[in-house]
Nanobody, 127 residues
């Protein structure tokens, strides 16, 4: 079993920063790839960032074009928490942000790539 719990969301002015956290329980083997998605009301769930790791390949990260250069995904050494550092926030970043995990090394661009999901944390950016 894998449980993911997001935190760190809130209200911030445009240009500000937030750091989201995803605390994970369950075996590391069930969390070889982790990602962040977001969903605004009336819109589809959108890929934000992904991180994957393996002993033979190291760590790889990917980002959506809309957040590249502004957001950074990372993990702690124990592989229990994944972070999303969000800088230079824009009103269009407003959404419910979800953490997700996949058992395999995947590209992680699609929601269907993932096996487990958190409940989300709300990010609201005011203009």
């Amino acid at each position: 079993q894998v449980q993911l719990v997001e935190s760190g969301g809130g209200l911030v002015q445009a240009g500000g920063s937030l750091r989201l956290s995803c605390a994970a329980s369950g075996r590391t083997l069930s969390r070889r790839t982790m990602g962040w998605f977001r969903q605004a009301p009336g819109k589809e769930r959108e890929f934000v960032a992904r991180i994957a790791w393996a002993a033979w390949s190291g760590i790889a990260t990917s980002y959506a074009d809309s957040v590249k250069g502004r957001f950074t995904i990372s993990r702690d050494n124990a592989k229990t928490t994944v972070y999303l550092q969000m800088n230079s926030l824009k009103p269009e970043d407003t959404a419910l942000y979800y953490c997700a995990a996949a058992s395999e090394i995947v590209s992680g661009l699609r929601p269907s790539d993932y096996n487990y999901w958190g409940q989300g944390t709300q990010v609201t950016v005011s203009s």
